[in-house]
């Protein structure tokens, strides 16, 4: 049953899902900016099990690789420019998929033409750019197109379910960590990812989905009287400072295989003390969740609470032992409403587009969203990180609305 549900999962999630006959008459018509590598998995594939999406245009800036783009992923309609995809008014929404530093002007002109928007993470080359776009009249009108950083792994109930468990532990954090690697040899020499100019870096590229973990597991231990969302001031300071964020930086050839994996390590709580025979005993816990494979957690992922008990007396350490527990969250918990409509094939990138589609049409979805506060604070955590390494935050946008 096991070995069924995994490979319904990886069949139904990465290869090939179910696909709708008959679109709903009011299915959002998404075009693609961009003939970019990462469109069939994050839109094109999710998009055949969505009733209320239809892929229907393509732009890039060659002609003949739109239309072999377009022939091999059945794509109807194909415009000869970005410019006339977003004046296409067929199209109610674009994903943007090009390099970062593309990503504020295309952002920009396509809520200009009154089209919503899926953007690529980073949301742009940096946090001058952010404020500049999430900021704008035009993104914060009151009818405003959907403007969403498409950083997909927070939309699945693992990912969800992690934050869950911190939520419930007692006491504060004493760490966070969380890694994402991806091998060198994984990318060509003219790789988008390495040049200054195109806002590339490590931490513009893999590096964000740490940055924007670790905020988020951060954030889930606090709860403000207004239950608002706090954010984490990070930056770089490897001396002590905190939160910190180590260098990131390309990998060389293949590293050992390791787990996209996010942790938090929580301060000892006391539980309990007794007293025996005049020495008191007291009782700490010390707990650490894990979550292992959160970036693509529908072919498989686990959630470990693991409790460290000590017993102490005094200075001393009588007695010691773990305790484990182990989660999976292919859905959201049998109970919750959400369930009925998530299933548990969903990738990550099929559970953020089924929210992308429920917020265009004003729906309740899953309440789980990007906010512009967050795309922002993700963005000047990488400028003030870059800065603090000595290196330099990626060159500002001369687009102008
Ligand atoms: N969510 C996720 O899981 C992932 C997200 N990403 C993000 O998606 C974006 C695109 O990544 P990916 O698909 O790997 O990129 P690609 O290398 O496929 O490039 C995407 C598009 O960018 C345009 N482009 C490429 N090189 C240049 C250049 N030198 N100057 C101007 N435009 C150029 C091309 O558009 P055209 O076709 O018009 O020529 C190309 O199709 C990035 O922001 C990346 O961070 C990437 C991978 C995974
Ligand atoms: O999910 C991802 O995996 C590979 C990266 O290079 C990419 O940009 C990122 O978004």
Not at 238 to 251: D, E, I, N, Q, R
Not at 347 to 356: A, N
Request: glycine letters at 4%; aromatic letters at 12%; a negative charge.
């Amino acid at each position: 049953m096991l070995l069924f549900d995994f490979l319904t999962r990886v069949y139904y999630g990465v290869v090939s899902p179910p696909t709708i006959p008959k679109k709903e008459d009011d299915a959002i018509r998404i075009g693609l900016i961009g003939a970019s590598n990462i469109a069939p998995f994050a839109v094109i594939t999710p998009a055949k099990s969505h009733p209320g999406v239809i892929v229907a245009a393509i732009a890039a800036r060659e002609s003949n690789r739109a239309r072999e783009y377009a022939q091999k992923y059945n794509i109807p309609i194909v415009h000869p420019s970005y410019e006339a995809l977003i004046d296409d008014p067929s199209i109610d929404a674009v994903y943007i998929a090009l390099p970062n530093s593309h990503h504020f002007e295309w952002s920009l002109r396509a809520v200009q033409a009154g089209k919503h928007v899926l953007l690529e993470k980073p949301c742009c080359s940096n946090a001058t750019e952010a404020k500049m776009l999430f900021n704008h009249p035009l993104v914060t009108a009151p009818n405003a197109p959907v403007l969403l950083e498409a950083f997909h792994y927070q939309f699945h109930p693992a990912w969800q379910a992690f934050l869950g468990e911190i939520r419930q532990s007692p006491g504060a954090i004493e760490s966070v960590f969380s890694q994402f690697y991806l091998p060198r040899l994984l990318l060509g020499r003219d790789d988008i990812r390495f040049h200054y100019s195109l806002a590339g870096g490590c931490l513009m590229d893999v590096a964000t989905y740490c940055i924007s973990a670790i905020d988020e597991a951060v954030v889930a231990t606090f709860v403000t009287p207004d239950s608002q969302r706090v954010r984490v001031q990070g930056d770089m300071s490897t001396a002590g400072g905190w939160p910190s964020f180590l260098p990131a930086s390309w990998t060389k050839g293949i590293p050992s295989l390791r787990w996209p994996k996010s942790e938090v390590v929580f301060k000892p709580v006391l539980v309990e003390t007794t007293d025996q025979n005049g020495v008191q005993l007291q009782h700490f816990v010390t707990r650490t969740i894990t979550i292992w494979n959160h970036m693509l957690p529908v072919l498989y992922h686990r959630i470990d609470t693991s409790d460290f008990h000590t017993l102490h007396r005094e200075e001393e350490i009588v007695k010691s032992w773990s305790e484990v527990s182990y989660k999976k969250a292919y859905n959201w918990p049998e109970a919750d409403e959400r369930a009925v409509f998530y299933k548990d094939w969903w990738s990550t990138y099929r559970c953020q587009l089924e929210e992308f589609v429920n917020r265009v049409k004003g729906r309740k979805g899953s309440g789980i969203w990007i906010d512009g506060d967050e795309s922002i604070a993700q963005m000047e955590t990488i400028d003030r990180t870059y800065e603090k390494a000595g290196l330099m935050p990626r060159p500002t946008s001369s687009f102008e609305i």
